[in-house]
């Protein structure tokens, strides 16, 4: 059974980096039949996508183009976990931030199949 | 994008009673070559992530009870719970995996009446 355990701060001042980490239990980050995901949860902007990382021989990144310029998600093989930073951050990037798993099957996409426990950050001096 | 459209926002059904959800996209999920809608249904209790229902518009995941079912196709999809339990109050969100980026509707929250 795959687990994603999330860790990192719940409070960022303004204009520093958010940054988190999903270890993943269960199964690889360099597995060749899915994409690492994060996605955020908030009031004003509900459920959205940020971005993925996976490996098909070599490692491929999507981002969202609302954070494209200040996101970067990287896998860590050694730690079998991957990893968020956001740079600059708001008081509109506070948010429940979820690591996610995404199957591929047949060449496109499946739903997400498994959740972190999700992480409240809050961005405030 | 691909914009999910929910309705109602909000609703409260007695125990026992039926209850649908629905949900509009702004253009087709579905993909010829397969003949699949790539939409899911997701609930949502306070405190805890998403928990996946329907997937391919209509196939139930392993373990979610028979009084959820998913139907519709295109752009056209609905929720049903048959007979709504205590258990079942949460919030609802449709999900379309057919294109990048990938987008949930607004949600909806149901109660009991």
């Known amino acids: 059974q795959v687990q994603l355990q999330q860790s990192g701060p719940g409070l960022v001042k303004p204009s520093q980096t958010l940054s988190l980490t999903c270890a993943i239990s269960g199964d690889s980050v360099s597995s060749n039949s899915v994409a690492w995901n994060w996605i955020r949860q908030s009031p004003s902007r509900g459920l959205e996508w940020l971005g993925r990382?996976?490996?098909?021989?070599?490692?491929?990144?999507d981002y969202a183009e609302s954070v494209k310029s200040r996101i970067t998600i990287n896998p860590d093989t050694s730690k079998n976990q991957f990893s968020l930073q956001l740079n600059s951050v708001t008081p509109e990037d506070t948010a429940i931030y979820f690591c996610?798993?995404?199957?591929?099957?047949?060449?496109?996409?499946?739903?997400?199949?498994?959740w972190g426990q999700g992480t409240l950050v809050t961005v405030s001096s | 994008d691909i914009v999910m459209t929910q309705s109602p926002d909000s609703l409260a059904v007695s125990l026992g009673e039926r209850a649908t959800i629905n949900c509009k996209s702004s253009?087709?999920?579905?993909?010829?070559?397969?003949?699949?809608?790539?939409l899911a249904w997701y609930q949502q209790k306070p405190g805890q992530p998403p928990k996946l229902l329907i997937y391919w518009a209509s196939t139930r995941e392993s373990g979610v009870p028979e009084r959820f079912s998913g139907s519709g196709s295109g752009t056209d999809f609905t929720l049903t719970i048959s007979s709504l339990q205590a258990e079942d109050v949460a919030v609802y969100y449709c999900h379309q995996y057919y294109s990048t980026p990938p987008t949930f509707g607004g949600g909806t929250k149901v109660e009991i009446k």
């Open positions: 990382t996976y490996y098909r021989s070599k490692w491929y990144k």
């Open positions: 996610v798993r995404v199957p591929e099957l047949d060449g496109s996409w499946a739903p997400i199949d498994c």
């Open positions: 253009q087709t999920v579905l993909y010829s070559f397969n003949n699949k809608n790539y």
